[in-house]
C-alpha cells in the first residue's frame, strides 16, 4: 500500500496535469488567446497600478501629501510606464528580430501573424481599455480630447490587427513609440515632486527629445517608406486595413509633430535658463 507522502504527490502531480492541461487548451488555445492577453492586460495594470502606489507611499515622503487627483495621476502613469517597458521590447523584439516579418519569407508580410503577436496585441488592447476608461472617469485630469483621440484610433488599430491578422507589422511598428512614454511620465513625476530644476529633469529632456524624434517622427518616415515599397502587398489587404494603415499612422504623425514642437521649445526654455 501507499504511504501518505506518497498519495499526497500523485495527487499534486495530478492537479498539476490538470491545471497545465486547462491553460493548454483553453488559456492558450489558438482560439481564446488574444481573450486571455486582452483579460492579462488589465490585470496587469491592476498590479502595475497597485505597486505603484504602495512603492510610492514606502519610498517617497511627498507621495502622502498629493491630492486625490494627482494619486490618481501618479499610479496612473507607472502603469503606464509598466506597459510601455513591456510594448516596446515585444515590439522592437518583433519587427526587427524575429523572423515574422522578414522579407526572405514567402507570401505578403501584411498577413504575417502567430500566437506571441498576438497575444502582445492583446495584453495592449488591455492596457488601452483600463487607460482610456481611467481618462474618461476623471476627464480631463489625465488628459484632454488629444489623449482619447489617440487611444480610440490605438485601440481600434491594434483590436482590428490582433482579429484579422492584417497589417500587424505596421500595428507594431506604431507600437514602438511607446518607447517615449517613460520618459514623458519621469518628466511629470520629477516636476510633481519638485525637482524641476535638477539635473535628472535637463537629462531626462534631452533623452525624451532625442527618443521623440527617433521613435515618433523618423520611425514613421519609416514606415511610409515601408508601405510605399511593399504597395503590391499592402493592397491586398481589405480595405478597412487599407484605411487604417494610412490614416492612423497619418494622425498620429501629425499629432506626433505637434507635441514635438511644445518638446523642443520646453527644451529651450531649460537649457537658457541654466545658461
Same mark, same amino acid.
Given at each position: ?123 495592449? @488592447?488591455?492596457?488601452? !481599455?483600463?487607460? +482610456?476608461?481611467? *481618462?474618461?472617469? #476623471?476627464?480631463? $485630469?489625465?488628459? %484632454?480630447?488629444? =489623449? @482619447?483621440?489617440?487611444? !480610440?484610433?490605438? +485601440?481600434?488599430? *491594434?483590436?482590428? #490587427?490582433?482579429? $484579422?491578422?492584417? %497589417?500587424?507589422? =505596421? ?105
Amino acid at each position: 500500500m501507499m504511504d501518505l507522502s506518497t498519495t499526497s504527490m500523485l495527487a499534486a502531480k495530478a492537479y498539476k496535469y490538470k491545471a497545465e492541461s486547462l491553460v493548454k487548451e483553453y488559456l492558450l488555445a489558438d482560439s481564446y488567446v488574444s481573450y486571455t492577453a486582452v483579460l492579462g492586460g488589465i490585470l496587469m495594470c491592476k498590479m502595475a497600478y497597485d505597486i505603484t502606489s504602495l512603492i510610492s507611499s514606502l519610498y517617497y515622503k511627498g507621495y502622502g501629501s498629493l491630492t486625490k487627483i494627482q494619486k490618481l495621476e501618479w499610479n496612473n502613469r507607472g502603469m503606464s510606464t509598466v506597459h510601455a517597458v513591456f510594448i516596446t521590447v515585444m515590439s522592437v523584439y518583433l519587427v526587427f528580430f524575429s523572423n515574422l516579418f522578414s522579407d526572405q519569407l514567402d507570401g505578403p508580410v501584411t498577413f504575417r501573424s502567430s500566437n506571441l503577436s498576438n497575444f502582445t496585441l492583446g495584453v495592449s @488592447v488591455g492596457y488601452f !481599455m483600463t487607460d +482610456l476608461s481611467m *481618462i474618461l472617469w #476623471a476627464y480631463p $485630469s489625465l488628459g %484632454g480630447m488629444e =489623449y @482619447v483621440l489617440h487611444h !480610440m484610433l490605438s +485601440l481600434i488599430s *491594434i483590436v482590428y #490587427a490582433m482579429y $484579422s491578422g492584417e %497589417g500587424q507589422l =505596421y500595428t507594431y511598428m506604431v507600437l514602438i513609440s511607446e518607447t517615449t512614454t517613460p520618459g514623458i511620465n519621469l518628466r511629470w513625476f520629477l516636476d510633481t515632486a519638485g525637482l524641476k530644476k535638477s539635473k535628472a529633469y535637463l537629462v531626462n529632456g534631452v533623452t525624451m527629445f532625442v527618443a521623440w524624434l527617433v521613435a515618433r517622427i523618423i520611425l514613421f518616415v519609416y514606415l511610409f517608406y515601408h508601405i510605399y515599397f511593399h504597395y503590391d502587398q499592402v493592397k491586398q489587404m481589405h480595405t478597412f486595413s487599407c484605411i487604417l494603415i494610412f490614416a492612423v499612422p497619418t494622425i498620429l504623425l501629425v499629432m506626433n509633430t505637434m507635441w514635438f514642437a511644445k518638446i523642443l521649445r520646453g527644451l529651450k526654455k531649460t537649457l537658457a535658463k541654466r545658461q
